[in-house]
């Protein structure tokens, strides 16, 4: 076993700022998980990481993740102990313990929450996660995608509320009963997912994304420091496209059913003058229209980056008046393929309409 | 428990159910076929539980309405009691209700009979009230999580630890609407022990007595309504054709009032009754006349059999009576959590009955 690759603090802030753009708009502002890595990391912890090469075929891992609504997590920090319970529930359930943690989305907050975990519980983070980026519904990710079933799952709220769902009868009952249980709690809720074992991980999981969202955010960091185009930076190291650049003119926002919705327009400048942009979103960008034609869809991440700074803009943040840049990059092609367009294509977010991309991939 | 005790069990929940889930009809029939393929129900005194036996505590969790459309399922109400064994990793010696009203009655039947274990003669309520911590156990301080729940499909979910008795109705109502407001759920084990210094003894042996007087009464044509008070040391409040109801579903409830034109000795009075499931306040002219948790049974005048919140309508012509409810649940820490102000009333309990307030 090769040794363990330490997250250093420098990493730390790559690692934030990659997050971001990974969590296409949604997953959470991962400030408030920095800021409690870095506390962390001054008391003594220290963060590693684990190749997924590395895991034992029987190793047990705990896939966690914050649930709820992003604008929450502002007013009520997260508290690393309580993140670590629902892992400690689940352990108590299952009778055994973990050897790793990994994150159920490596975009947004729920990027850095595992170092959070793992550093409470003196655990490896694995470099992988199941979806690549980060979607608004627990049924979207790249286990269920693949027909591994959605429980059991343990969730804890801040008080001492922890609930066990032990068996569903479909990924979409997980999600419908903690969504409400969620809610009732606060809107705010840790996560800990059905138990995955290390060869599950080898085989369905999306390896290397936390090493990938740290490339990502020093490529960011990098171009600051050198005082050149960040977007440009984040293109050549994800390999995505550049869309658009312009100007935020208007937002239309709503929470509702424990989502953010809504839609923002976008009206170019520089090149892009004289057109605009709309995407809407759930939580997440969903789907974006460039003088009223459809250009990109879910699964593929879109993205919108402050054109000067880089850092990613989320749907809770983005206001009239920004100047951004519209990226798309590709998603992984287990959400591509047919099994996973079905759970996280357009239709499954209300569209009718089929997945439009931009980028090339071998048709499997 | 013999076949006919069962019958008279049924029509004596009815009128402990205080409105909230009246005879329960669709469980008799379960309980029916149980015993015609020699599965039967026995009852076992909460005084032959050993110290440490272990109870499953039962119920039915959601709108007594639902279940006119999908009936019960004993198959169903075992699923929680089965979750709980496998989550404690102990199994269980014998089954409770939590509350003696209503559909919930024979649930223990039910899963005593599927399980072959003994059903214990105790409930939590000696009535049935609308929320999971209003129980005696609640009201003693026990912990109702863990709190295993089971719908008609295959979602399993257990509520591991609880902040307070109250989180566990707050999040266990919130899944029960989810999953289209019926769950089985079971709820903490029990040790024998704390049956027997906790629970309401006797419950079902009361329930049973009490349906047999109202079927004596039948047949030797007198009035099933006095046969009602003399069992349970009831007062007659009113007599009356029902004038109006106001009914609607909400966040997992049945609420709304009743208004009921008194006629006989009541002629030119009026009775109007508040509900959340189970009648919760009576007043005859806009005076208090009585509260809960003493029962507010609505009874049809001639056969005398109960009338539930979600079924009482126009034209109905009713006799309302009172029961008095247990001492614990009429105690200060009773009062704090079934008393007219754990139903969002800012009153005082009063009571007709002597002794009570």
């Known amino acids: 076993m090769s040794p363990l690759r330490e997250i250093t603090w420098d990493d730390l802030d790559a690692l934030a700022l990659g997050t971001g753009v990974l969590g296409t708009g949604g997953g959470g502002d991962a400030y408030m998980a920095l800021l409690n890595c870095r506390k962390l990391h001054r008391q003594g912890h220290r963060f590693h990481l684990i190749d997924p090469a590395d895991l034992g075929d029987d190793d047990m891992v705990a896939e966690i993740g914050f649930m709820g609504a992003p604008l929450v997590v502002k007013e009520r920090l997260p508290d690393p102990a309580h993140c670590a319970r629902p892992v400690r529930a689940m352990e108590r359930y299952m009778g055994g313990r973990f050897k790793a943690v990994m994150s159920a989305e490596i975009g947004g907050e729920n990027g850095m929450l595992p170092l959070v975990v793992a550093a409470v519980l003196g655990l490896p983070v694995v470099d992988a996660d199941p979806r690549g980026r980060a979607f608004p519904e627990m049924q979207m990710s790249g286990f269920p995608i693949q027909g591994l079933p959605l429980y059991p799952v343990t969730l804890s709220d801040v008080r001492a509320n922890d609930v066990i769902v032990t068996r569903s009868a479909s990924p979409g009952w997980t999600e419908r009963m903690l969504r409400r249980v969620c809610t009732e709690m606060g809107s705010m809720a840790a996560l800990c997912r059905p138990p995955r074992s290390g060869k599950e991980i080898k085989e369905k999981a999306i390896l290397g994304t936390v090493g990938q969202a740290i490339r990502i955010g020093e490529a960011i960091l990098g171009a600051r420091a050198r005082h050149v185009d960040p977007v440009r930076a984040v293109i050549e190291r994800a390999g995505g496209a550049e869309l658009f650049r312009g100007k935020v003119v208007d937002v239309a926002r709503r929470a509702t059913e424990g989502f953010l919705r809504g839609t923002v327009d976008i009206d170019g400048h520089d090149g892009d003058g004289g057109r605009c942009y709309r995407i809407d979103f759930q939580n997440e960008y969903i789907i974006a229209w460039r003088d009223g034609e459809v250009v990109v869809t879910v699964p593929d991440l879109i993205c919108v980056l402050d054109a000067v700074s880089g850092a990613a803009i989320g749907t809770e943040e983005i206001r009239y008046g920004q100047r951004v840049a519209i990226l798309s990059l590709p998603a992984d092609e287990i959400l591509t393929s047919e099994r996973g367009l079905a759970v996280v294509g357009p239709r499954a977010f209300g569209y009718d309409r089929d997945f439009v991309s931009l980028h090339e991939r071998t048709r499997s | ?357």
């Open chain 2, 1 to 357: 428990m013999t076949a006919d005790e069962v019958e008279s069990l049924a029509i004596g929940a009815g009128v402990l159910g205080t409105g909230g889930g009246t005879h329960p009809y669709v469980e008799l029939l379960n309980l029916r076929k149980l015993y015609r393929q020699g599965k039967p129900a026995r009852l076992i005194d909460p005084a032959a539980l050993a110290d440490d036996a272990t109870v499953a505590v039962v119920g039915f969790m959601g709108a007594p309405l639902v279940t006119k459309e999908r009936l019960t399922d004993p198959a169903h109400a075992l699923r929680p009691v089965t979750m709980m064994a496998d989550h404690t990793g102990r199994p269980f010696d014998a089954v409770m209700t939590i509350e003696i009203g209503g559909e919930n009655s024979l649930l223990p039947l039910m899963v005593g009979a599927l399980m072959g274990i003994p059903v214990v003669d105790a409930d939590t309520m000696g009535r049935a009230f609308p929320e999971a911590q209003m129980s005696s156990f609640a009201i003693r301080g026990l912990p109702l999580a863990p709190f295993a729940m089971a719908d008609i499909r295959d979602n399993r979910l257990i509520i591991d630890r609880a902040a307070s008795q109250l989180w566990t109705e707050r999040i266990g109502r919130g899944v029960c609407t989810e999953m289209g407001s019926i769950v089985a759920t079971c709820s903490a084990p029990r040790t024998g022990r704390e049956v027997r210094e906790n629970a309401l003894l006797g419950s079902i042996g009361k329930a049973i007595h009490l349906g047999q007087a109202v079927r004596d009464a039948r047949q030797r044509h007198e009035s099933p309504i006095r046969a009602v008070l003399a069992a349970e040391r009831g007062l007659h409040l009113f007599t009356g054709k029902v004038a109006d109801v106001a009914r609607r579903t909400t966040q997992g409830f049945v609420r709304g009032v009743a208004i009921i034109d008194g006629f006989d000795e009541h002629a030119g009075s009026r009775f109007s009754a508040d509900f959340q499931n189970e009648f919760t306040i009576g007043w005859i002219d806009g005076d208090l006349a009585v509260m809960v948790p003493d029962l507010i049974c609505v009874l049809d005048a001639v056969s005398g059999e109960a009338i539930g919140t979600e079924t009482i309508r126009y034209g109905q012509r009713v006799a309302v009576v009172s029961l008095p409810a247990d001492p614990l649940l009429t105690s200060d820490e009773g009062l704090a959590i079934v008393g007219p102000k754990a139903f969002g009333y800012d009153l005082d309990y009063v009571s007709p009955h002597p002794g009570s307030s």
